[in-house]
């Protein structure tokens, strides 16, 4: 077994999707990935007793969706990081698309979607211009232009990112505070790129 996840590791390139799936059936995907976020986030409100109301448990509950997806993402974005280092970035971004490009792109999508339309309700108070609605409308409209294109393995590539979002959701459900997700976000990228550079310099 360990064999054929290294095959597939080594050869993504040969789990080929469809390419340029029609918009229609992406966007039935990602209804139905917003419906199962949506699913998450309640079970995870209530199982966490975070439903009820005042400040804190809002801040925490703002923080449920992020936690899930940032997790998620940055877990794909080691196994991207792991291709990037192996085979270069001109590699990476060269390569045709494959599913699990276009699934992670789509359910960054549905994220984007829920992320909005639940805070709406929940924590609207605490969803910002700049890290709520014009982020997650910047990322939505890159996403769909991406998969329209049949480029979603750009955004694969830069997935490690998340992961300064999943300590910084993790200390906002413990109820800490951290440092925003642009500056960590920075941080993350600046020292990617470098520790990319860096291998390929050798």
Known sequence: RSLRLGDRFLHLEEQRSRPRMTMVSDGVDIFWLVCVLGAVYTALKYAL????????????RAWLLTGVVSLTMATLG??????LLL????????REEVALDRWAAKFFAAYCVADLAFGSFEY?????????WSHHSFYLVMLVLLLWRGHAHFFSAGLIEELPTVVLAWSRLRGGFGTTKRASG??????TTKAVEAHHRR
Request: aromatic residues 12%; negative net charge.
């Open 186 to 191: 920075d941080a993350t990228t600046t020292t």
């Open 124 to 132: 609207v108070e605490l969803i910002d211009w700049e890290s709520g």
């Open 87 to 94: 085979f270069g970035l001109e590699h990476e971004l060269g």
């Open 78 to 83: 080691l196994f991207f990081f792991g291709r």
């Open 49 to 60: 007793g975070l439903h009820a109301a005042g400040p804190s448990a809002r801040l925490r």
